[in-house]
C-alpha cells in the first residue's frame, strides 16, 4: 500500500526552525520526484519545494529560496525540509507528494505521472510569537 506521512509540524517563533518529514511506504523514493506544498489559510495550495528523481536536482519558490532545503535519505525513504528563518507567512499546512509544481522566477517546475499519484495528509506548521 501507497502511503506517504508527514511529520515535524509544530508553533514556533518567527526566525526559528523546523525539519519536516516525509516518509514514503510501499516505494521507493529515489524512483520518483517528490515535492512539498504548502496550504495557508484562505490560500490555495502552492507547492514550495521538489527534489527530482531524475537528478537530484532541488527547486524552490522564490518566497522559500535560501531558507527551505529539501532533501532525500534513500536509506530510511524519507525526504525532509529543512525550514530556517521561519516567517509568519509560511504558517499552514505542509503536504508532500508524489509530484512536483513549483512556481519561481526562473520558471515553472511540473512533474506529474498521473498513475502514481499521492499525497499525505499534512502537517501543521504555525508561525507566531
Known amino acids: 500500500q501507497v502511503q506517504l506521512v508527514e511529520s515535524g509540524g509544530g508553533l514556533v517563533r518567527p526566525g526559528g526552525s523546523l525539519r519536516l518529514s516525509c516518509t514514503a511506504s510501499?516505494?521507493?523514493?529515489?524512483?520518483?520526484?517528490i515535492g512539498w506544498f504548502q496550504q495557508a489559510p484562505g490560500k490555495e495550495r502552492e507547492g514550495v519545494s521538489c527534489?527530482?528523481?531524475?537528478?537530484?536536482?532541488?527547486y524552490y519558490s522564490d518566497a522559500v529560496q535560501g531558507r527551505f532545503t529539501i532533501s532525500r535519505d534513500n536509506s530510511v525513504n524519507t525526504v525532509y525540509l529543512q525550514i530556517d528563518n521561519l516567517k509568519p507567512e509560511d504558517s499552514g499546512v505542509y503536504y508532500c507528494?508524489?509530484?512536483?509544481?513549483?512556481?519561481?522566477?526562473?520558471?515553472?517546475?511540473?512533474?506529474?505521472?498521473?498513475?502514481?499519484?499521492?499525497w499525505g495528509r499534512g502537517t501543521q506548521v504555525t508561525v507566531s510569537s
Open positions: 527534489i527530482s528523481s531524475d537528478d537530484g536536482r532541488t
Open positions: 510501499g516505494f521507493p523514493i529515489d524512483g520518483r520526484s
Open positions: 507528494a508524489t509530484r512536483c509544481g513549483v512556481r519561481a522566477s526562473s520558471g515553472y517546475h511540473f512533474e506529474e505521472d498521473s498513475r502514481f499519484d499521492y
